[in-house]
């Protein structure tokens, strides 16, 4: 097993990027203040490519206005069938919403008024989706920012969200004489106040770091200033002798692999006998504005990994990584094979990308007009702060974490319950700066990783190298790293291959834990060389489980793991790496 010489590597470069003058940046960060960092100029240029090229397309304007005549036909239909329809036989609605839209499920939106207006809605929103779609000519960037800003705008006058025009907020205002919008009332303004002052949102402080989330027993044994290393106190008489190595997202706290005892991903692994290190990464502020990717690599990831070589001497690390800690791992990967760096014994990635081409709803956000503004924007602040983030996350499930919420709270009057992953999910980060420059314009806009540009050491890497086995989780519902842009990893590396397919999302699809309802997923290997299966064979070919995929994943690093011993103590002093602190340590508590 080679251990390369310590010698720190040249810094990354920085990404390619035009020149500004100061004032240039000062005007361009006071835009983006004033757009919440959405660029004018590229919902411009998209709103011009798609009427120029509608405007040019006289067959395609023909078939939308045979569209809005078909419909209005069938609203005219319906509109009579109403009329005459008897009490316990409703009229057949001329359209039904897609599958996953759930606003107007509920019966109360089947009786007159409310079965004209959300029929009506739905049509509007049938032909805009035509009307963005299929214009001959226009880029699929534009076309997908063009139909996600009608699909935002549709949604703001969607019937459900107002109090005359949703039925059950109406009735909820009959029943209880309007006592559910005095307490939406109470609630607006209690957001209001903790939007101003800062604090996280109603029920959120019942969630306390070391208290209730984040509380597996563990020590600091590594802290620089870029992350914080924590080794898990083991809680079996014997462990796995690989230890496992977390690289998390930096764009997110760590403990969402260690929320509550019940759903810990930690716990789990350190219950079942291994041997557990964690990065902690710091919620970076302007101080920290110079940290690039490369040093993540090497102040992160190396670091890291030399602290768990010399606190388990002679043993190869399985390594996990999550969504951009995933990323970051597959990089480091591909630069210790590229330099024959064998102290790896697997990697697992959850939810994390390696070509950026495809990576879904969150593109709509990077171009290089986005980029440029938020570069304009945190030249001034040192950092991309945790709304910007939040703000693009919420517009990508509008519904689900903006509309449906706002009707709940504030016209209903009932405040949604907080959970705990609700509650880390509250707890956000900050980017720096010149990283989060090279993220985007590396990997997003250039895609260098999946096409051997990507440098690490001042000379690029190819995921090709990558030998070791690979266990790779992907979620169906998954908006940040959508899993068939995760499933490229087939073509991109020959090694052996498990990969999973989880129901949930981002989040939620990797904190499944066991006994946890509703929850299934499919999983099928890749053999090292193995031929490429497309992803829609894979779906129909792979086995289908109930449950959850942790004990899949444990039954995997068990298969790749040698014959448990005794556990190693924590820390090793005589090494460089004494106990500085408990788990879950200081830069998680930073806000």
């Known amino acids: 097993m080679r251990t390369p010489s310590p010698a720190t590597p040249p810094a990354l470069p920085e990404a390619p990027s035009h020149s500004r003058t100061p004032l240039d940046i000062k005007v361009h960060a006071a835009l983006a203040r004033a757009t919440s960092s959405v660029s004018p100029m590229s919902l411009l240029l998209a709103s011009i490519d798609w009427a120029g090229h509608l405007a040019s397309s006289p067959g395609k304007r023909l078939d939308l206005a045979n569209?809005?005549?078909?419909?209005?036909?069938?609203?005219?239909?319906?509109?009579?069938?109403?009329?005459?329809?008897?009490?316990?036989?409703?009229?057949?609605?001329?359209?039904?919403?897609?599958?996953?839209?759930?606003?107007?499920?509920?019966?109360?939106?089947?009786?007159?008024?409310?079965?004209?207006?959300?029929q009506s809605f739905l049509l509007a929103d049938e032909w805009w989706q035509a009307a963005t779609h299929g214009v001959p000519g226009v880029s699929r960037h534009h076309e997908n920012v063009v139909s996600f800003s009608a699909r935002q705008l549709l949604d703001f006058f969607s019937p459900g969200n107002y109090l005359a025009t949703n039925p059950l907020v109406v009735k909820r205002t009959t029943e209880q004489g309007g006592a559910n919008l005095w307490r939406g009332l109470v609630n607006a303004l209690d957001d209001l106040e903790r939007l101003a002052t800062g604090h996280p949102p109603a029920g959120a402080e019942d969630f306390a770091v070391g208290r209730n989330v984040a509380v597996t027993p563990g020590k600091v044994v590594l802290k620089n200033r870029l992350m914080e290393l924590i080794q898990y106190s083991p809680t079996t008489a014997k462990v796995h002798p690989e230890p496992v190595l977390i690289v998390p997202a930096w764009i997110m706290k760590y403990y969402i692999l260690d929320l509550s005892p019940h759903n810990s991903l930690v716990k789990y692994l350190v219950d079942q006998g291994h041997t557990v290190f964690c990065i902690s990464w710091k919620n970076p502020g302007a101080s920290e504005s110079d940290?690039?990717?490369?040093?993540?690599?090497?102040?992160?990831?190396?670091?890291?990994?030399?602290?768990?070589?010399?606190?388990?001497?002679?043993?190869?690390?399985?390594?996990?990584?999550?969504?951009?800690?995933?990323?970051?791992?597959?990089?480091?990967?591909?630069?210790?094979?590229?330099?024959?760096?064998?102290?790896?014994?697997?990697?697992?990635?959850?939810?994390?990308?390696t070509d950026?081409?495809?990576?879904?709803?969150?593109?709509?956000?990077?171009?290089?007009?986005?980029?440029?503004?938020?570069?304009?924007?945190?030249?001034?602040?040192?950092?991309?702060?945790?709304g910007q983030m939040a703000g693009a996350f919420q517009l990508l499930r509008s519904y689900d974490l903006l509309w449906s919420r706002m009707v709940g709270e504030y016209l209903m009057g009932e405040r949604a319950p907080m959970n705990d992953l609700m509650a880390w999910n509250a707890d956000a980060t900050r980017m720096p700066a010149?990283?989060?420059?090279?993220?985007?314009?590396?990997?997003?806009?250039?895609?260098?990783?999946?096409?051997?540009?990507?440098?690490?050491?001042?000379?690029?890497?190819?995921?090709?190298?990558?030998?070791?086995?690979?266990?790779?989780?992907?979620?169906?519902?998954?908006?940040?790293?959508?899993?068939?842009?995760?499933?490229?990893?087939?073509?991109?590396?020959?090694?052996?291959?498990?990969?999973?397919?989880?129901?949930?999302?981002?989040?939620?699809?990797?904190?499944?834990?066991?006994?946890?309802?509703?929850?299934?997923?499919?999983?099928?290997?890749?053999?090292?060389?193995?031929?490429?299966?497309?992803?829609?064979?894979?779906?129909?070919?792979?086995?289908?489980?109930?449950?959850?995929?942790?004990?899949?994943?444990?039954?995997?690093?068990?298969?790749?793991?040698?014959?448990?011993?005794?556990?190693?103590?924590?820390?090793?002093?005589?090494?460089?790496?004494?106990?500085?602190?408990?788990?879950p340590g200081q830069y998680v508590r930073e806000k």
């Open 291 to 353: 940290l690039d990717m490369e040093a993540y690599v090497q102040s992160g990831f190396h670091a890291a990994l030399a602290a768990v070589n010399a606190i388990v001497p002679d043993r190869k690390v399985h390594a996990a990584g999550y969504c951009l800690g995933g990323t970051l791992l597959s990089i480091a990967n591909a630069a210790m094979a590229r330099d024959g760096d064998e102290r790896l014994a697997s990697m697992t990635l959850f939810a994390a990308q």
């Open 434 to 583: 010149r990283m989060h420059t090279q993220y985007l314009r590396l990997l997003f806009l250039n895609d260098d990783l999946s096409e051997g540009r990507y440098p690490v050491g001042g000379k690029p890497v190819a995921l090709s190298d990558i030998d070791t086995p690979i266990f790779c989780v992907g979620t169906v519902t998954d908006h940040v790293a959508p899993w068939r842009s995760v499933y490229k990893l087939h073509y991109l590396i020959p090694a052996e291959i498990t990969f999973v397919l989880t129901s949930g999302g981002h989040n939620a699809g990797i904190v499944s834990e066991p006994g946890r309802p509703r929850r299934h997923f499919q999983i099928l290997e890749r053999r090292a060389g193995g031929n490429y299966v497309s992803p829609d064979d894979w779906l129909a070919i792979a086995p289908q489980h109930e449950g959850s995929w942790w004990p899949q994943w444990l039954a995997w690093l068990k298969a790749r793991s040698t014959e448990p011993l005794a556990p190693p103590a924590l820390g090793a002093p005589q090494s460089g790496y004494p106990i500085l602190d408990d788990a």
């Open 356 to 386: 950026f081409t495809e990576p879904g709803e969150l593109a709509l956000f990077i171009d290089e007009s986005e980029v440029s503004l938020l570069e304009a924007q945190m030249a001034e602040t040192g950092y991309l702060t945790a």
């Open 67 to 118: 569209l809005a005549l078909e419909q209005n036909r069938r609203l005219v239909r319906y509109v009579r069938e109403l009329a005459v329809a008897l009490p316990d036989s409703p009229a057949r609605e001329c359209i039904e919403p897609l599958a996953h839209d759930r606003r107007f499920a509920a019966d109360e939106w089947h009786h007159w008024p409310f079965n004209l207006m959300h």
